[in-house]
């Protein structure tokens, strides 16, 4: 019988030994999956300046652009108030479109990290499980 005792015992301790290395890999994989979506955050943020900046800039030069034609026929200073204002509009419609990005993305990552951390509670639960079990 203490034969046999012992070697459960040593099963146990062999699956025990198991679970903490996968437990480890699973925490790697979600320090890995957080800071892949902190990375992922950050890029879609100064892809989005650099749009941005550069629809700001080229309605910055319109606008110079017009104040210096201003002599010109009305014909050709009404196109470029309707330029400028299609490109103010476009600015304002790829604004609109990166806020309800953000917030999906931001909607996404808090839904992972939700996941992410529901998932550490279940192997802290079970690594607290095993450990009464080899206790007991």
Do not use: F, P, Y
């Not at 400028?84 to 509009?89: V, W």
């Not at 990166?98 to 990290?113: F, G, I, N, Q």
């Amino acid at each position: 019988l203490q034969k046999e005792m012992q070697g459960l015992i040593s099963t146990h301790t062999e699956t025990v030994k198991e679970l903490r290395t996968v437990i480890t890999q699973r925490e790697t994989s979600i320090t890995e999956i957080r800071s892949a979506a902190v990375q992922a955050q950050q890029q879609d943020q100064g892809k989005w300046q650099q749009e941005k900046q550069a629809l700001e800039a080229q309605i910055a030069q319109l606008q110079k652009t017009l104040s210096d034609l201003q002599a010109k026929s009305a014909a050709e200073v009404q196109q470029l108030k309707d330029t400028i204002a299609n490109l103010q509009k476009t600015l304002a419609a790829l604004q609109q479109q990166k806020d309800k990005e953000s917030a999906d993305h931001a909607a996404k990552v808090k839904e992972l990290l939700a996941s992410i951390d529901k998932l550490q509670k279940d192997l802290q639960a079970a690594n607290a499980s095993h450990a009464e079990v080899v206790r007991d």
